[in-house]
Structure formats: structure tokens, C-alpha cells
């Protein structure tokens, strides 16, 4: 969960995972990841019906933390998935796609993914992904057709499609 309480933000968050230089229009701070490496793919997925601006990360992650106002708010949730270090780049690719499809962006939900290569002194198969979901945005995302969002699928509810599923 990415909480304030805990001093974190979905934009601090999000550029750090993506490796881009995000300025969070809330508190004015910039946060420039651009020049870290190791991030092999980046991907947003939402609902057909989404505005094009849930498209463009960060206004996504601004209007996120924008909708929030109280200082216990918790403005995403992130999931880490481990990858078969056998896959090629592509299969990687596509089996968290369609992971995040199935579990999230078919709820309503959008999912911002990065995929991650092994660090440089680490276990050379420690392929894995991030997937930061939006708790809230502007309006529920009602105009995506869903009212669907992070935050009202209960933990347990989360626990089930996150270990219960045919991906992993």
C-alpha cells in the first residue's frame, strides 16, 4: 500500500518503479528517477472506456493524489511479481499483462506495470514486476463503465486474485 501515513506518495512512487522524472503537483517536488536503470518495459493498462489522460502516467498519478486530501490517505496499492527467469523478454511481458488485465483492469481498475531485469550484483534470474493500481481518481472513473476501484476490493478479496490465479 502506498500511504501517506507512511511519508510515501503514488508519484515518488511510480517515477522510481518506471525510472522517469515525475513532478508531483501536490507538494511541488520533482521526482527524477530518468537516469536509473534496469527497467526493461512500461505499461499502462485501463479499461476501454478510460479518458485518454489515464494514458499519459504522469497526470495519472497526479489527478491520484490530488483526489486525496487526508494525511492517512492511501493513494495506491502495489503488487510485486516474481517471473520465470525462462521466459523471453516478450512471454515476461505478456504474462504480466495479461495478469493485471485479468485481476484489475477487468474490475475497473487502472494498472500501471513495470517490468524490472536483475540488478548487476544480485541473482541474475530476479526478473520481476511492479504493478501500482490507483486506489482513487476523479469521479470513480465512472465514465470507464465500472465504479469499480482499489480501495473497495476488500484485502482478502485482493489476497484471493493476487494467489489464487493461474499466473504464478
Known amino acids: 500500500m502506498i500511504s501517506r501515513s507512511q511519508g510515501r506518495s503514488a508519484t ?8 522517469e522524472r515525475i513532478e508531483d503537483r501536490r507538494t511541488g517536488l520533482t521526482f527524477d528517477y530518468a537516469a536509473r536503470g534496469g527497467v526493461d518495459h ?4 485501463a479499461p476501454d472506456h478510460a479518458p485518454d489522460w489515464v494514458r499519459d502516467r504522469s497526470e495519472l498519478w497526479n489527478r491520484v493524489e490530488e483526489s486525496e486530501t487526508r494525511k492517512n490517505s492511501q493513494v495506491a496499492r502495489e503488487v ?4 520465470p527467469a ?3 523478454h516478450a512471454q515476461r ?3 504480466v499483462r495479461d495478469f493485471a488485465r485479468e485481476q484489475f483492469v477487468d474490475r475497473g481498475m487502472i494498472a500501471d506495470i513495470a517490468l524490472h531485469a536483475p540488478g548487476r550484483d544480485g541473482d ?3 526478473h520481476h514486476a511492479h504493478i501500482l493500481l490507483a486506489c482513487f481518481v476523479e469521479d470513480q ?3 470507464c463503465g465500472h465504479n469499480v476501484l482499489a ?5 482478502q478479496e485482493f489476497a484471493v486474485a493476487v494467489q489464487g490465479n493461474d499466473f504464478l
Do not use: G, K, Q
Not at 12 to 19: G, H, L, Q, S
Open 141 to 143: 472513473l465512472s465514465c
Open 86 to 88: 525462462e521466459l523471453t
Open 124 to 126: 541474475d534470474r530476479n
Open 80 to 83: 510485486r511479481v516474481a517471473l
Open 42 to 45: 512500461t505499461e499502462i493498462l
Open 12 to 19: 515518488a512512487a511510480i517515477a522510481y518503479r518506471v525510472a
Open 151 to 155: 480501495e473497495e476490493v476488500t484485502d
Open 93 to 95: 511481458v505478456e504474462l
